[in-house]
């Protein structure tokens, strides 16, 4: 009997639940960058950084409350770029757009999906992994949300936190960080050369995820998630030389 009764009313104990962390979401804290974005990875030894701007029409519909877009050349061509989009607190309306439903949006048909390993201070953290085409363009994608003392791939896990820390928390700060690497045309017409080209993106990408890591979690406010470091964030990121594509 009681299991019927409880079966019966599990849908409306469910709504007000969903009602109640809602309501949560609603009130919730806006937490500020405890440091600047400006500092997240803002060069690198042997390439030459532009930084790229969203327009406002793109803010008003992404709604974060900061960002910083920069696109990192060689030579003549552009060989990855990095993106952080930070949201101060996040409600209906106003959350973290996954690069899952964007970037098709954008053109990018997903070839592959699936996870990758980063090691920042030692650890690794797991991120969101993705070959993308595009006409004649192919890149590697690595992205994964960053705040609140965790790192996670997730999209299901990510909901849940947010849903989870706006109720007993009433905060839900947090970044979005994405590093998009173009994987060399000149490999497209060999399978062999093609696979050893998507290698070193994928290198290349965790090199620069290591630093990306490390960054954001010294202008991130609260604790770094474990591991990670303890640079001051009023302290600039060093250039450092990545491996050579």
Known sequence: MDRIVLRRYLPAILL???????????SQSAIPLAGSLQ??????????????RISDEE???????DYQARAFWRDTSV????YVGYYDRQTQGKSMHSPRNCLPGAGWEIMTADTGSVVAGGRPYVVNKYLLKNGNLQSVVYYWYQGRGRVVASEYAVKWNLLRDAALLG???????????????????NKTVFDRAVADAERLGREVGARLLVDMAHVLPGEAPAGVGSRRSDQPSETVALSPR
């Open 59 to 65: 803010r008003r519909i992404v709604g974060m409350t």
């Open 16 to 26: 007000l639940v969903g009602v109640a962390l809602l309501w949560s979401a609603r």
């Open 39 to 52: 500092t997240v990875l803002p060069q690198l030894s042997g390439y030459r950084v532009t930084n790229q």
């Open 79 to 82: 060989a990855f770029t990095t």
């Open 171 to 189: 905060h839900t700060e947090e970044a979005l960080v994405r590093i998009v690497v173009y994987v060399r045309a000149s490999s497209l017409g």
